[in-house]
T-cell receptor, first 112, second 114 residues
Framework: KAGVTQTPRYLIKTRGQQVTLSCSPISGHRSVSWYQQTPGQGLQFLFEYFSETQRNKGNFPGRFSGRQFSNSRSEMNVSTLELGDSALYLC???????????FGPGTRLLVL | DQQVKQNSPSLSVQEGRISILNCDYTNSMFDYFLWYKKYPAEGPTFLISISSIKDKNEDGRFTVFLNKSAKHLSLHIVPSQPGDSAVYFCAASLQETSGSRLTFGEGTQLTVNP
């Protein structure tokens, strides 16, 4: 089976812009979660989607949003980018009632 | 409030020896624990997990131990190999009716010297 894929892998934006990141889960997995990794805050949970519904949300401002499509692919959007949004954004997928989340390679976002 | 903590930012061991990475947690409701290995600018790679109903799980060179009373888990790697050099994250999960999320520790940089 192919693993979790994320596009793009690298992105440079300027403050105030918005960005959309994409994630394709492992085939058959219906749960997709997003995480942010920064040097100061470590790995932090953003949100989880299951069957096109957001099931869980971390402690991030409303500028961070996401959605999931009927084929389980997910996108996350960050509006009005700030310098502090520079991070590695990771997507993870999980199948059914399994507990293990499998991660994609991440999207490195740099905000200038 | 850091619910999962890895108190050792780094660990250095000789090839062939045992590596022991430690993790403490504060939330007694966590019911599933995982270890991931991560290289810079890559996604974490799943290594091994353990349910809260068990106290040990083994997979090849990797063994995870869970001490619920102490709210402590550890990852043992035997024998350690240079290719094991990476950052190791412990993560805890709370299976809620609304889904689940992983809470990560800060990570421990393991260096295995040839």
């Amino acid at each position: 089976k192919a693993g979790v894929t994320q596009t793009p892998r690298y992105l440079i934006k300027t403050r105030g812009q918005q960005v959309t990141l994409s994630c394709s889960p492992i085939s058959g997995h219906r749960s997709v979660s997003w995480y942010q990794q920064t040097p100061g805050q470590g790995l932090q949970f953003l949100f989880e989607y299951f069957s096109e519904t957001q099931r869980n949300k971390g402690n991030f401002p409303g500028r961070f949003s996401g959605r999931q499509f009927s084929n389980s692919r997910s996108e996350m959007n960050v509006s009005t980018l700030e310098l502090g949004d520079s991070a590695l954004y990771l997507c993870a997928s999980r199948g059914g009632f399994q507990e293990t989340q499998y991660f994609g390679p991440g999207t490195r976002l740099l905000v200038l | 409030d850091q619910q999962v903590k890895q108190n050792s930012p780094s660990l250095s061991v000789q090839e062939g020896r045992i590596s022991i990475l430690n993790c403490d947690y504060t939330n007694s409701m966590f019911d599933y624990f995982l270890w991931y290995k991560k290289y810079p600018a890559e996604g974490p790679t799943f290594l091994i997990s353990i349910s809260s109903i068990k106290d040990k799980n083994e997979d090849g060179r990797f063994t995870v131990f869970l001490n619920k009373s102490a709210k402590h888990l550890s990852l043992h790697i035997v024998p350690s190999q240079p290719g094991d050099s990476a950052v190791y994250f412990c993560a805890a999960s709370l299976q809620e009716t609304s889904g689940s999320r992983l809470t990560f520790g800060e990570g421990t940089q393991l260096t295995v010297n040839p």
